[in-house]
C-alpha cells in the first residue's frame, strides 16, 4: 500500500495551506515576533530607536500591501482569461492539437473547471493558451 505524502495544513483550521500562502505568513510571522523579541529584551538603558522601529513597521506594512496587490493582479488575470475564453464561444478559432498540429473549428463552450480555462471545440477540450487564431464574425 503506497504511503501518503503529509500536506502542510493551517494550525486551527486543518485546511491545506498553498507553498506561496505558507511562505508569505511565516515572513509576516517571524518578522512580527523578531520584532517582538526585539522590543522585550532591549536594554532598558538603552531602548529601540523609534526610528528604526518604524522603519521596520513600515518595511511590514508594505510588504502586506504587496502581498495584497500580489493577490488582486492573481485574480484580475484569472477573471480575463474566463472572459477571454467565454467571448469565444460561436467564433471560429485555430488551436494547436496534442500534437502541435493547427486545427480550426466553431467555440461550442468554455469550461471553467481547471486552472487554464478550456475551449470546447464540439467533444473537443483544448487549453485557452493552445488557441492560436480567431477568425472576425462576418456580417
Known amino acids: 500500500m503506497p504511503v501518503e505524502p503529509v500536506v502542510?495544513?493551517?494550525l486551527y483550521t486543518r485546511s491545506e495551506v498553498s507553498a506561496a500562502d505558507r511562505k508569505q505568513s511565516l515572513d509576516a510571522d517571524v518578522f512580527l515576533q523578531l520584532l517582538v523579541t526585539q522590543l522585550k529584551n532591549q536594554d532598558p538603558s538603552s531602548p529601540m530607536n523609534t526610528n528604526e522601529m518604524i522603519t521596520q513597521s513600515t518595511q511590514l506594512a508594505t510588504m502586506e500591501q504587496l502581498t495584497a496587490l500580489s493577490t488582486t493582479a492573481?485574480?484580475?488575470f484569472a477573471l480575463t482569461m474566463r472572459q477571454t475564453?467565454?467571448?469565444?464561444?460561436?467564433r471560429q478559432a485555430t488551436y494547436l492539437d496534442a500534437d502541435d498540429v493547427a486545427k480550426s473549428g466553431i467555440v461550442t463552450s468554455v469550461s471553467f473547471a481547471s486552472a487554464t480555462p478550456q475551449v470546447m471545440f464540439g467533444d473537443v477540450a483544448v487549453p485557452l493558451d493552445k488557441v492560436s487564431g480567431i477568425v472576425a464574425p462576418t456580417s
Open 8 to 10: 502542510a495544513t493551517g
Open 85 to 90: 475564453a467565454a467571448d469565444l464561444v460561436g
Open 74 to 76: 492573481n485574480e484580475t
